[in-house]
Each structure stands twice: as structure tokens, then as C-alpha cells.
């Protein structure tokens, strides 16, 4: 159970003029209470704070999380509802992003007359956003599975592999150095197919003189890391190389411009600023970065509009990439924390254009 969290949860609910708030996103619940299952909702109010969860979990739920534990079947969130009248509430608060209009409608139901479901702003996410000392520790260790899985896979790597056997190596060996699984489908991607920011790994084996894009995370004690590299097979052309160096320069002066104080857009900016001067400005397609943790997406997001300023404790990507169709992509991608000195790269991995 994380006291502090659903104490700072309790402090604001008189802002939002509700009694009580519903909880249901599953890293959400993970984060108050420690409960890993997939169907669990938490009430939180002033005095205290239930878990509901079905019998699937009873054990396990007992197990993980100190809070008050309500086994029920069916609906949670109409057992929710429930417990709302009994207690006399009348203005409960849900996750309006996060809750399912399904829930949204038993909840609705269940609701005595005159009582009202409200929808509150992320508020679990947004203490989520910076880490605490046990979280960061997790992150490391996530990285470090993650790196070695890559590091461990390189070698194995041979013209008549496909994309897909190399994803599948990949993802064997972040479990073998400890991960529950990959944290998101691992990115693999060959020659003209690395102009897909998100190629799904294909059947063919590899060429020679192409480029490779890998682009993988893992989720360890549940929380993520993510990291890019692209890496020669063979001699990939003065043109890709050319892409490489510039995305390289771009991924460095975003990390670089990566202190407290600074805007999330600032640091978008410094990248783009880079790809622009070589022309390659429209051929980057996507945002410098997101924030990661429980999840692979998580506030702040590293963007031109994102006006979030960055605070020590945050982890975030740096990420820049540039796709040309029909010629390839880079990215260059890694994990990193915000210091009250700076930053922090994470992700050990070089950045040099390695050929395999
Ligand atoms: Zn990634
Ligand atoms: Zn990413």
C-alpha cells in the first residue's frame, strides 16, 4: 500500500467537491495499493480506502496490498456504488479517461437517487509522474534487463534470420536476464522498413547493406524502459549514414537540454532545431519522447506544445528519429532521468553506428 500517495489523493478530493474516488486503471490501482491482479477498482475517501476485486484474486490480493480487501462477483464498480449508499455519499469521483463507459453505466445504476458520478483529472497519474527513490531503482534495474537482452542478442544475429527471429531472441533473452515481459511488441525492422516508426517485425530474412532498427523495452518488478538502435548490416550507403549522424546529433542535444526547470516543449525543440538544419525537419514524424514508469506512456510527453517543465525525479525518453519512404529511418532512443544537477542517461548502450 502506498500511504502517501492515497493520503495525497484524500487532500484533494475537497477540491473537486466529491466524497470519494474511484479508481480503476489498472496501474492506478498498482500504484495505491500494490495490487498487480487485472480487475481491481479503489475507493478512496478522508477515512480510508478499499480494494475490490473478485475471487480469482482473493489470495493474491491479501498478499500484495495492506489496504481493506472486498471480494465481490460481478461489477465492481456497482459494488462501489453500493458501498457509496450504505455510507450515505453522494458526489463520487471516477478517472474520466480511464474508467470504461460500461463501468461508467453500472456505476450510474447503482448510484441511489440523488447521488452522482463526477469526473475527476488524472490525479493518480500526475503524482505518478515523478518517481520515488524505489521506483527509480526499479527503472534502473528494467534498463539494465533490457540493455543486456540487447547486448546478448547482437551476436547471435545472422544474414538468414529474420526480423521476427531476431524479435523473438530479443524478447527470450530480456526473460533469461530477469524481465516478466517485454513492455511493449518489440520493434524490428530492415532496410526501407525502418521508415516505419512502428514496423511490426516481418518473415524475410535479412539483407546485407541495410540498415537494422530495433527498437525494444522490458517490464521488470512491473515497471518499463525503452530503448532504440539501429545498426549497419554491413555497408548501408553514405545517404543512411548521413541520416544517422544527423539523428545522433539531434538525440544529444535533446539529452543535453534535459534539466529541472526547462519545458518538455524546450527540449522537443533542441532536437527538431538539429534535424531541421539538415533538412530533415519534415522527417521527423513523431515527438522527441514520452515519460515512462508503470506504464510505457506516461505523462510528460516530450513534444513542441507540451508545456510540463521538467522536475528531478521525472524519467523520460529522448527519442528523435527521421523516415524517409522508400530509403529507411533512424532512431536513437534512450532512457533518462531528470537530476537536480541535470540528467541522467540510463540506458548504457553505445551509440555508435556498430556494424554487425
Ligand atoms: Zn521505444
Ligand atoms: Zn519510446
Known amino acids: 500500500m502506498n500511504a502517501p500517495a492515497l493520503e495525497q489523493i484524500r487532500q484533494r478530493l475537497p477540491e473537486f467537491k466529491v466524497d470519494v474516488m474511484l479508481v480503476s486503471a489498472a496501474p492506478n490501482v498498482r500504484y495505491l495499493t500494490g495490487f498487480t491482479g487485472s480487475n481491481g477498482l479503489v475507493m478512496v475517501w478522508e477515512g480510508g480506502a478499499v480494494l475490490f476485486t473478485d475471487p480469482r484474486y482473493a489470495i493474491q490480493a491479501s498478499q500484495q496490498t495492506g489496504c481493506t480487501v472486498r471480494i465481490v462477483r460481478g461489477s465492481l464498480a456497482a459494488a462501489a456504488a453500493k458501498a457509496i449508499a450504505a455510507r450515505r455519499w453522494r458526489r463520487a469521483g471516477f478517472e474520466a479517461a480511464r474508467m470504461l ?22 490525479l493518480v497519474e500526475q503524482l505518478r509522474i515523478i518517481k520515488s527513490e524505489a521506483e527509480i531503482a526499479a527503472i534502473r534495474r528494467s534498463v539494465l534487463t533490457n540493455s543486456q537482452a540487447l547486448d546478448a542478442t547482437l551476436p547471435k544475429i545472422h544474414p538468414r534470420m529474420s526480423e521476427a527471429d531476431v524479435a523473438a531472441e530479443l524478447e527470450y533473452q530480456q526473460r533469461q536476464f530477469g524481465a516478466e515481459k517485454p513492455a511493449f511488441e518489440t520493434i524490428v525492422a530492415s532496410g526501407a522498413r525502418t521508415a516505419l516508426p512502428h514496423a511490426e517485425p516481418g518473415a524475410q530474412p535479412l539483407k546485407p547493406n541495410q540498415l537494422l532498427l530495433i527498437d525494444m523495452g522490458a517490464c521488470r518488478e512491473g515497471y518499463m524502459s525503452d530503448m532504440t538502435r539501429v545498426f549497419a548490416l554491413g555497408e548501408p550507403g553514405r545517404k543512411l549514414r548521413g541520416i544517422y549522424a544527423a539523428v545522433l546529433e539531434a538525440q544529444l542535444a535533446a539529452a543535453d537540454a534535459v534539466k529541472p526547470g526547462v519545458t518538455a516543449a524546450r527540449v522537443d525543440r533542441a532536437a527538431r532545431r538539429v534535424l531541421e538544419a539538415h533538412g530533415l525537419g519534415r522527417a521527423f514524424v513523431h515527438s522527441t519522447g514520452h515519460g515512462l514508469g508503470l506504464e510505457i506512456h506516461e505523462p510528460p510527453r516530450i513534444g513542441r506544445k507540451d508545456s510540463t517543465t521538467l522536475r528531478p525525479g521525472m524519467v523520460i525518453t529522448i527519442e528523435p528519429g527521421a523516415y524517409i519512404e522508400g530509403v529507411g529511418g533512424v532512431r536513437i532512443e534512450d532512457t533518462v532521468l531528470v537530476t537536480e544537477a541535470g540528467r541522467e542517461p540510463l540506458t548504457p548502450n553505445s551509440k555508435e553506428l556498430i556494424s554487425l
Open 101 to 122: 463507459y460500461s463501468d461508467f453505466a453500472a456505476l450510474g445504476d447503482a448510484l441511489p437517487l440523488g447521488a452522482s458520478a463526477r469526473p475527476l483529472p488524472p
